[in-house]
């Protein structure tokens, strides 16, 4: 009963997760979506992809506890799984109670939404700077990097 988009892989063959994570987080980031849930192995590699795009809050939850928590003090906009570790019925379960779960809107809360925001804002800019990796460059130049 709940309205989506799928941007899933539609097979069981191995691919790269920030090809369909990051145009969901961007529809979520865009208001095209309210929020998006995101699956894979760990759910630890699409998680960290994701938070790298501006405006998305995404948490890695196993459990109920974690899944509330991220919606409702931290306004989690996103929720990854591993659907190698946490069960299906699990995760159907976790799934309806945070697109259910309000955010608690509050000071403390807001200001520490402001603090992640402000994070994220500031990779994203100094990751968009052409000589970003400049240094590391030049030490790999200078052999100080090994395999």
Not at 4 to 30: E, F, K, L, Q, W
């Amino acid at each position: 009963g709940v309205a989506y988009i799928d941007y899933g892989t539609h097979s069981t063959d191995s691919v790269d997760y920030p090809d369909m994570a990051v145009p969901a987080c961007d529809a979520v980031v865009s208001g095209q979506c309210e929020k998006a849930l995101l699956f894979c192995g760990t759910g630890i590699g699409i998680t960290n992809a994701v938070n790298k795009v501006p405006g998305a809050r995404c948490a890695l939850v196993r459990d109920m506890t974690s899944a509330l928590y991220a919606r409702r003090e931290l306004n989690a906009n996103i929720v990854g799984f591993g659907g190698k570790i946490t069960g299906e019925f699990l995760m159907a379960d976790i799934m309806l109670a945070f697109l259910e779960e309000p955010y608690e809107k509050t000071p403390e809360h807001d200001a520490l939404i402001a603090k992640i925001d402000a994070c994220n804002k500031a990779d994203a800019e100094a990751q968009a700077d052409p000589h970003f990796f400049d240094e590391f460059l030049e030490k790999w130049d200078r052999g100080e990097y090994h395999d």
